[in-house]
């Protein structure tokens, strides 16, 4: 009982330290631990990769958004936390990047958001796969093709791109596309959450809810599925098991 109160003790007599140490650089500040030294955390903007060209993504992120859209050139950089600042790899025209859970934090005043950008030049076709544990996606101008996209925390927006194969997954999140163009079949699921497609192209859809209501241009159908041409060749296919679908202006694709 005595080496528990001691310890106890010394752990609370450490975090007042660290909290003093946290108010002398310029107020409260999130502390981790770097092996056995307390680190102030500190929130940077780092470029991560400049100039080196990539069509395929393999992206692992614990805790941050993710952001992708068009740019002058090809770069990959970082804004939020020193303690969880990703690794990057740019290889035969091929991005690893990986987040991994960072320092342990002792004492946490305000995570804020970490944000992972990835910009492309306009025209550019991402491949490979996107996991993003705890954290937004969103996807602005740049065309997937064969992309494999897992968001278990957080919900995923879709503007003015095109997305060719491959399928997106969501946990707990909702799904928005916006002037989308679907091309084969591709799915969208989600465990958790709503999906919306709003004025996008697609050939054919399914709409499939365990528990909420499918929506056709506003008129609300109940838990009935929903298809439209399902044997086409550019066929959306939405799924919920606790949420609602919804299609709003859809058209065939030209």
Do not use: C, W
């Amino acid at each position: 009982m005595k080496k528990t109160f001691k310890i106890g003790l010394g752990i609370l007599v450490i975090g007042i330290v660290l909290m003093v140490v946290g108010f002398a650089g310029h107020g409260m500040k999130n502390i981790s631990f770097e092996g056995a030294t307390p680190v102030i955390e500190k929130q940077v903007t780092k470029k991560l990769s400049t100039a080196k060209e990539f069509n395929r993504v393999n992206l692992t992120s614990s805790s941050a958004n993710v952001l992708i859209k068009t740019g002058s050139k090809f770069a990959i950089s970082y804004q939020g936390s020193n303690a969880r600042l990703p690794k990057v790899t740019v290889t035969n025209q091929s991005a690893t990047i990986h987040q991994g859970e960072g320092r342990g934090t002792f004492f946490s005043y305000n995570n804020g958001d970490d944000t992972i950008i990835i910009t492309v030049p306009r025209g550019t076709k991402l491949a490979g796969k996107l996991d993003v544990a705890d954290g937004n996606l969103s996807i602005t101008n740049v065309d997937l093709e064969n992309m494999d996209v897992n968001v278990a925390d957080g919900d995923v927006v879709y503007n003015n791109l095109t997305v060719t194969g491959g399928k997106t997954t969501l946990g707990d999140g909702d799904f928005t596309s916006n002037r989308v163009i679907f091309k084969g079949h591709y799915t969208v699921k989600t465990d958790d959450g709503d999906n919306k497609v709003i004025t996008s192209h697609a050939d054919g859809f399914i709409l499939h809810t365990d528990d909420g209501d499918n929506k056709l241009d506003g008129v609300d159908h109940g838990t009935e599925d929903l298809q439209q041409n399902e044997s086409a060749a550019n066929l959306l296919r939405l799924e919920s098991n606790d949420g609602d679908n919804s299609v709003i202006n859809i058209k065939a694709v030209q």
